[in-house]
């Protein structure tokens, strides 16, 4: 329960997040996996997710924030549940920047997964040149 003071705030929130399932918080929730709780060095690509999230959210930028906190919370929120399960931290803010991104038009969410797709064979046909 909510303090009084907060709770008018937060209501319709909370109905929302209630009503529709979305909400990933198992906080309370008995799960039988043990939660990870180590740490590890971050890679180049989640260093630059974050900043990416940073630059789209940063409310100094000219002509405002490109996206708020709150949008990303969303878009992390309506992944389903498998899909939520099996991402990484990072994994989940780029999937909803993009779905975020992708529904004001700012890009093309189709051109954005054929890119990485291509990159990811590039890297993939790297590596195996490498080894050779």
Known sequence: MLPPS????????????????????????????????????????EVR?????????????????????????????????????RLGYYEKWLLSMLAILSERGTVDAASVRCRATEIARELRDHDHEETR
């Open 6 to 45: 907060r709770e008018s705030r937060w209501a319709p929130a909370l109905v929302w997040a209630n009503e529709t399932g979305v909400t990933h918080d198992v906080g309370g929730s008995a799960i039988d996996d043990p939660v990870a709780r180590d740490q590890h060095a971050f890679a180049p690509w």
């Open 49 to 85: 997710v974050d900043a990416l999230m940073r630059a789209l959210t940063d409310p100094t930028r000219i002509g405002g924030p490109v996206m708020l906190v709150d949008e990303l919370r969303r878009g992390i929120e309506s992944l389903g549940p498998e899909e939520y399960a």
